[in-house]
């Protein structure tokens, strides 16, 4: 059974460039969250999804990111025009079902690196 | 300070010997957990610990949870060098939806042979 995947796992971006970061989530998994890490710093949550649906993007900056999660394939965070401040490692988790208490189940992460 | 914050931000032991790392948090909570990252890598789920639970362990692992003093300790016992990595604690504040992990700054693990 194959843990969350994330690709790339590395991405380097020029200013003002795009990133678009994918996330499959484990097997039978739909739900999926987003996460930020900046360099020595704890993970902030970003945003959960379900299929189709977006069930909370209270952590997500207003402007230049945006988060989907389709019927079909995996999630897509978007990061439009890139700045240097968004260079981090972005991790996607995903969990079998609602319901706090759930563990969820981590990638391995992209790091994307703008220059 | 934020919810869920490590103590120390760093801590150096030689193999053999016990690791402790503190988390504080300031809001009522549903459950806590503790995560370990190795450099340049994902999460990695150690233990959850709900919030009617005082004390869990898991092989080598022991977290303790004080929700009146809104603390929790994780300790690794008989430390190996594999255990250097950083160690997180992450709080679930939501009951009845899906989990939204807060997560603190962590502890930097070094185990020296």
């Known amino acids: 059974n194959a843990g969350v995947m994330q690709n790339p796992r590395h991405l380097v971006r020029r200013r003002g460039q795009e990133a678009r970061l994918r996330c499959s989530p484990m097997?039978?998994?739909?739900?999926v969250y987003w996460y930020r890490q900046l360099p020595e710093e704890g993970l902030k949550f970003m945003v959960y999804?379900?299929?189709?649906?977006?069930?909370?993007e209270s952590g997500m900056p207003k402007e230049r990111f945006s988060a989907e999660f389709p019927k079909e394939g995996p999630s897509i965070l978007r990061i439009q025009q890139v700045v240097r401040g968004d260079s981090a490692a972005y991790f996607c988790?995903?969990?079998?079902?609602?319901?706090?208490?759930?563990?969820?189940?981590f990638g391995e992460g992209s790091w994307l690196t703008v220059v | 300070s934020q919810q869920g914050e490590e103590d120390p931000q760093a801590l150096s032991i030689q193999e053999g010997e016990n690791a402790t790392m503190n988390c504080s948090y300031k809001?009522?909570?549903?459950?806590l957990q503790w995560y370990r990252q190795n450099s340049g890598r994902g999460l990695v789920h150690l233990i959850l610990?709900?919030?009617?639970?005082r004390e869990k362990h898991s092989g080598r692992l022991r977290v303790t949870l004080d929700t009146s003093k809104k603390s929790s300790s994780l300790l690794i016992t008989a430390s190996r060098a594999a255990d250097t990595a950083s160690y997180f604690c992450?709080?679930?504040?939501?009951?009845?939806?899906?989990?939204?992990?807060?997560f603190g700054t962590g502890t930097r693990l070094q185990v020296t042979l």
């Open positions: 988790a995903s969990s079998p079902q609602q319901g706090s208490g759930n563990t969820i189940y």
């Open positions: 097997k039978g998994h739909s739900h």
């Open positions: 999804l379900q299929k189709e649906n977006i069930i909370d």
């Open positions: 809001t009522s909570i549903n459950n």
């Open positions: 610990i709900r919030s009617n639970e």
């Open positions: 992450a709080t679930d504040l939501r009951t009845g939806t899906a989990s939204k992990l807060t």
